[in-house]
């Protein structure tokens, strides 16, 4: 059964939407929810189709069912703030970039967050590195009950958190912590969807704050680079080097909500100066 653990912040007239990672829940991002109220900002935390439930209840979705959530969420947004930011966490971040790249004159600026392309960080498995190659599998209908199990140490560097997180994630509160694991078909459709964003980079307007752990554990730095490299719009990079893959809720979450306020601020004051010049 699916729990609803998506949360709103209310604030000022500048709105940030945060999107959560594959298997993830909201829960990955409230603390950075909170970071950006407390700066002004109204807030909303939401939760992707399908997650927050069993594997079952994920597998009944794939990327389109993601971003059709995302685009409901942008949508009761705008018609809350004047300036909409969209930032997010692994996949959450390309379901920003596609949503900026789809939607550019309702995206003021994109936090881009762990960006996962692929699975390439240090911690991941020589087998699960082919993962790639799961849509051609998925096509055959080939590994539907298979999943690559999360492994240490679960993109967390903050060793005491890391405890809390894998206690509940492996005691099965998805709600809380997400799944243990990535079922072969949802990653299936995550690399279609890596694809597709792939593909529209240069359509991305929006200045982009690029923010990647430098040690990522699950996506390489090279990830942060194809962002950079392939988006259309000014970008502004934030390597972590006290932190692994969840840079959202780890050690140095308080340096990102810090440069993340600092950076949409930025965006809505040079709007501003540019209308009274006008």
């Given at each position: ?95 920003a970039l596609k949503l900026a790249a789809d939607r550019p004159q309702d995206v003021a600026g994109v936090g881009v967050y762990g960006a996962t392309f692929r699975y390439d960080g240090w911690s991941i498995p020589s087998m699960a590195r082919l993962s790639f190659m799961l849509p051609l599998l998925k096509k055959f209908g080939i590994g539907r009950e ?6 240490p140490p679960y993109g967390i560097r903050d060793e005491r958190l890391r405890a809390q997180i894998s206690t509940a994630m492996l005691g099965g509160d998805s709600a809380a912590a ?101």
């Amino acid at each position: 059964m699916i729990q609803q653990t998506d949360f709103f912040f209310e604030g000022g007239r500048n709105g940030v939407l945060l999107i959560h990672g594959l298997t993830g829940t909201p829960m990955e991002m409230r603390l950075l929810g909170k970071g950006l109220n407390r700066a002004g900002f109204t807030v909303q935390g939401m939760q992707l189709a399908g997650h927050c439930g069993n594997v079952e209840d994920l597998l009944a979705t794939g990327w389109r069912d993601w971003y059709a959530s995302v685009e409901k969420a942008a949508d009761d947004m705008l018609g809350k703030v004047d300036h909409l930011f969209v930032g997010g966490l692994s996949m959450g971040a390309l379901l920003a970039l596609k949503l900026a790249a789809d939607r550019p004159q309702d995206v003021a600026g994109v936090g881009v967050y762990g960006a996962t392309f692929r699975y390439d960080g240090w911690s991941i498995p020589s087998m699960a590195r082919l993962s790639f190659m799961l849509p051609l599998l998925k096509k055959f209908g080939i590994g539907r009950e298979r999943s690559f199990m999360e492994q240490p140490p679960y993109g967390i560097r903050d060793e005491r958190l890391r405890a809390q997180i894998s206690t509940a994630m492996l005691g099965g509160d998805s709600a809380a912590a997400g799944l243990p694991g990535n079922p072969w078909y949802s990653l299936a459709e995550m690399y279609a969807l890596a694809a597709r964003v792939r593909r529209q980079l240069s359509q991305v307007t929006a200045p982009c704050l690029v923010a990647h752990a430098s040690e990522d554990d699950v996506a390489s730095v090279k990830n942060a680079e194809l962002v950079m490299r392939g988006v259309n719009a000014p970008t502004e990079l934030l390597l972590l080097d006290d932190s692994y893959h969840m840079i959202t809720i780890d050690k140095e979450r308080r340096t990102l909500i810090e440069r993340s306020a600092t950076f949409f601020e930025r965006i809505v004051a040079a709007e501003s100066a540019q209308l009274i010049a006008a």
